[in-house]
């Protein structure tokens, strides 16, 4: 027989009902949603200011109705048909992400051209021109870096055996490498001219979730290697950091100019100076907000075929170790915010520990066991008000996801039963893999403790 909801002596000051205990969590109406998400108290403001306010909130929820129009839209085509794919913006994509490479390429034999056949001036222009392509703009490949996070077959072979079984169930290879970090969340990426796959592991979300849970976590993030997300792919991604580069490099510099105006008495010298300045900060500024505008196009088209991704591995998630894991698993996540209390909390309360004589191995049991307490004693009403603030707020992972909401609602459109999972993780290979963690973990909480 299910719990029944206790509820507290007032009723909801918007429709009357009677609100349920929330404990010592935000106290919410679920019928009408009265304080689902409470405002921070706001410092008076002039009435300038709170018009300005007022305009930037209107053009906030402007934005969002729009995002929220794209992601449901998104969702409603997947869930009829999770097989579509935008060949128009795949199209384009790679058609832009070409050009921002050619204007790159374009730079750089220009600059040798001129290093090799121009007069000195235009000699000096070209080897400022090749130095900022082979320093500012060249291909960030990213690197493995080999530190005690990362964790060798030898170090973790069981770890390591559950990761390949997973990626040999999806029809993937096996990762690179495993790192594990202290992240509420994981993620997968590739690295290097080899584009060798690594996959991390953020320890305080590992450590709470159950066995199947975390096989479902390693299917989500092994699921992006077959799953067609181009924003991982090599063309595309080099074309990203081009512009960001781009955009950080000719972005005028504000605070400069302020302290320009802030000196001492003009002379004619000070004026042409000031002029000439005026003129290269507007030049700039326009070619990086051309840059800024190729960057949002870039991000527009590929925020459907990335979501769509995400849901893919998603489906990945729940085909290997259930829906019923997979769900949890996502529900877990919007429990971030609760994790990174307890791991504050810790931090900010080394002294006091270490006056007490506690011994650094006890200390890390108590930083884990709070952790798996706090989170175990977060009651269904807090998780359904989360759920529904992911709703509202369109709250997902990062900016790369959909919304959380919307990401377990299509889980939910096909079920796979626990029977079916065709990775299961048991409780004898689970031990393994949590005494091959157990360094890391300490390791972890002492850093925490300081």
Not at 127 to 146: D, E, Q, S, Y
Request: net charge positive; proline share 6%.
């Amino acid at each position: 027989m299910p719990d029944p909801v206790l509820h507290d002596a007032r009723p909801c000051p918007e429709c009357a009902e009677a609100l349920p205990d929330s404990g010592h969590h935000t106290s919410w109406c679920p019928a009408c949603e009265w304080n689902l998400s409470p405002a921070a108290a706001q410092p008076y403001r002039p009435p300038r200011e709170q018009r300005r306010q007022a305009r930037a909130e209107r053009k906030e929820q402007s934005r969002r109705t729009a995002v929220r129009s794209r992601v449901e839209k998104l969702y409603g085509a997947l869930a009829t048909d999770p097989g579509a794919r935008g060949g128009g913006a795949a199209f384009g994509t790679l058609l832009l992400a070409t050009l921002v490479h050619l204007s790159t390429l374009s730079l750089f034999a220009g600059s040798l051209t001129a290093l090799a056949l121009g007069p000195l001036p235009l000699r000096v222009l070209g080897l400022i021109g090749a130095a900022l392509v082979t320093i500012a703009l060249r291909p960030r490949l990213g690197r493995l870096v080999k530190d005690n996070s990362l964790l060798s077959r030898a170090d973790a072979p069981a770890l390591h055996g559950l990761a390949d079984r997973v990626a040999a169930a999806l029809g993937t290879r096996p990762v690179h490498a495993i790192r594990v970090t202290g992240a509420f969340n994981a993620s997968y990426g590739r690295v290097g001219l080899r584009r060798r796959s690594v996959l991390s592991i953020g320890l305080p979300l590992w450590h709470v979730l159950t066995p199947q849970q975390r096989v479902a976590l390693l299917a989500h993030e092994l699921g992006h290697a077959v799953n067609g997300d181009a924003r991982r792919g090599l063309w595309l991604g080099a074309a990203l950091d081009t512009l960001g580069a781009w955009i950080g490099l000719l972005r005028p510099d504000h605070s400069r100019a302020r302290r320009f105006g802030r000196r001492r008495a003009w002379g004619p010298e000070q004026g042409i100076a000031h002029i000439a300045e005026l003129a290269t900060k507007l030049i700039f500024g326009l070619f990086a907000e051309l840059a800024r505008l190729v960057l949002a196009l870039l991000d527009r088209l590929t925020t459907r075929s990335g979501q769509a991704a995400e849901y893919r591995a998603d489906a990945s998630a729940a085909t290997t170790a259930s829906t019923e894991a997979a769900l949890g698993m996502l529900e877990t996540l919007l429990l971030d915010t609760s994790a990174r209390t307890v791991i504050t909390r810790f931090r900010n309360t080394p002294a006091k520990a270490h006056r007490a004589g506690t011994h650094p191995q006890q200390q890390s049991a108590d930083l884990w066991t709070a952790l798996a307490d706090q989170l175990a004693a977060v009651p269904p009403l807090e998780r359904e008000r989360l759920l529904r603030v992911s709703a509202r707020e369109l709250g997902a992972v990062d900016v790369s996801h959909p919304p959380t909401y919307l990401r377990m609602r299509m889980l939910a459109l096909r079920p796979v039963a626990a029977a079916e999972a065709t990775v299961v993780l048991g409780t004898a290979e689970s031990a393994r893999v949590e005494e091959e963690l157990a360094p890391a973990r300490r390791r972890f909480a002492n850093s925490v403790a300081g």
